[in-house]
């Protein structure tokens, strides 16, 4: 048990110094990356920051082969009976929609569930208020749909 | 360039970490997830959840000393709590976030992954394309 936690805290804490790292703690700089505007015309809207598609880069140059390697056919994980992953199929509305008002979040403040929490305690007064509406948007959602969040 | 390649270290940093957890304890890091079912009542849901949560919450304030990114500016509190809200309802909706469906799940090759990213990131822009355009 106390390994099982310690493996959970290890994961998070690299996550985290990851998300640091690559910058998706600074909402300006992810605003920066969504702003396509800038593409088009940078004298209104300002600059695209393209740093952040390096970040997604990174990240899927692992997962991409992680993902193909682990799990593999009659192998437990480490420290659990089995793998958990997401079963469900197929695109429906509700990935859609749930997708979508995740965007206009994402593009209102900058912060994304990770970056947000790994700013908890640095972010001041921001990451505290969109932390905290963040956990009550997912017990309304939770009550209201019933299903846990997986991908 | 220097930030691109720092961008991309944190992002293999994340993509390991996300690997770590699946080998381990064969869980998906979903940001979104993992803190949605943090207070779930059933056994053995709960406690690797906050131990995750809490790496990620402690080493996020490590790693912001030790590497001092730029602060923001305060926003207004209307707006924060408006889309914090939004992030919140629609990742349980739509079962997961840029880290879950964007990072792990187009890791899976996933088609319902491939979708919420590309969903998720052109609302994110045409967020922001109207925010700016309506500033002025």
Request: proline share 5%; glycine share 16%.
């Amino acid at each position: 048990m106390i390994q099982k936690l310690l493996l959970a805290l290890v994961s998070g804490a690299l996550f985290a110094v990851g998300l640091v790292l690559s910058g998706m703690t600074q909402p300006a700089k992810v605003i920066g990356f969504l702003n396509v505007g800038g593409l088009v015309d940078p004298a209104r809207f300002g600059a695209w920051d393209p740093s952040l598609a390096f970040v997604m880069g990174g990240a899927l140059c692992v997962t991409l082969v992680a993902f193909a390697v682990t799990p593999r056919p009659g192998r437990k994980p480490w420290r659990a009976a089995t793998f958990q992953l997401p079963t469900r199929r197929g695109v429906d509305r509700r990935l859609v929609f749930g997708a979508a008002l995740f965007g206009i979040g994402w593009g209102l403040a900058g912060y994304c569930p990770g970056p947000a929490l790994a700013s908890l305690l640095t972010g001041g007064l921001d990451a505290l208020l969109f932390v905290a509406a963040m956990a009550a948007g997912m017990a309304l959602a939770r009550r209201l749909a019933g299903g846990a969040a997986r991908p | 360039m220097h930030s691109y390649w720092q961008a991309a270290a944190g992002g293999v940093l994340i993509g390991l970490a996300s690997w770590l957890l699946l080998a381990s304890l064969g869980r998906i890091a979903g940001i979104s997830g993992i803190a949605a079912g943090a207070f779930s009542r059933i056994p053995g849901e709960a406690a690797w959840r906050w131990a995750f949560l809490a790496g990620l919450v402690g080493a996020g304030a490590a790693a912001a000393a030790w590497l001092h990114p730029p602060a923001t500016v305060l926003r207004p509190w209307p707006l924060l709590l408006a889309a914090g809200a939004l992030v919140g309802f629609g990742t349980v909706l739509g079962s997961g976030c840029t880290s879950g469906h964007g990072v792990c799940g187009l890791g899976r090759r996933s088609m319902r992954s491939l979708v919420a990213t590309l969903v998720f990131m052109g609302a994110g822009a045409a967020t922001v394309l109207i925010a700016r355009y309506v500033q002025g």
